[in-house]
């Protein structure tokens, strides 16, 4: 266990959960959505995975409010993420929540990375990701 305070709500059996989800092979990785059907297979983005395992089959409501937050960078782009409730349970601030869709979905991360970099943050509380 690190010396790393990450907060009241921290639960280190979930961030420990979902590092062995992203290393289980058990969900095939997607990008640019937290789920996303391809040819009738899920697969998900690394939040996404988190999103299952706190709620196996999560739907995104039409509304976008709830168990999601929906952020537009632009008219044409959204970004859906997990609310702040599941993200600081595995101590994740904001800033982490972005650079972990970033490495996911434009910097080509795979899931076994972003467990790798999950484990070092859960003892250092640095998120680092790539080379």
């Keep these: ?25 058990e969900f095939a990785q997607g990008r640019g959505k937290l789920r996303w059907e391809n040819d009738g297979k899920p697969t998900h983005c690394c939040l996404g995975v988190l999103c299952e395992i706190v709620q196996p089959g999560f739907e995104i409501p039409r509304s976008r409010v709830g168990f999601y937050r929906s952020i537009a960078s632009s008219a044409a782009q959204s970004f859906d993420y997990p609310i702040a409730e599941i993200t600081e349970a595995v101590g994740l601030s904001g800033y982490h929540v972005v ?26 509380g640095r998120l680092e990701i790539g080379p």
């Design 99 to 124: 650079r972990l869709a970033e490495a996911n979905d434009r910097g080509g991360a795979t899931f076994s990375e972003i467990a790798a970099a999950l484990r070092r943050f859960r003892e250092t």
């Design 1 to 25: 266990m690190s010396g790393v305070d990450f907060g009241p709500d921290f639960d280190p059996a979930l961030l420990d959960y979902w590092i062995e989800a992203l290393e289980s092979r």
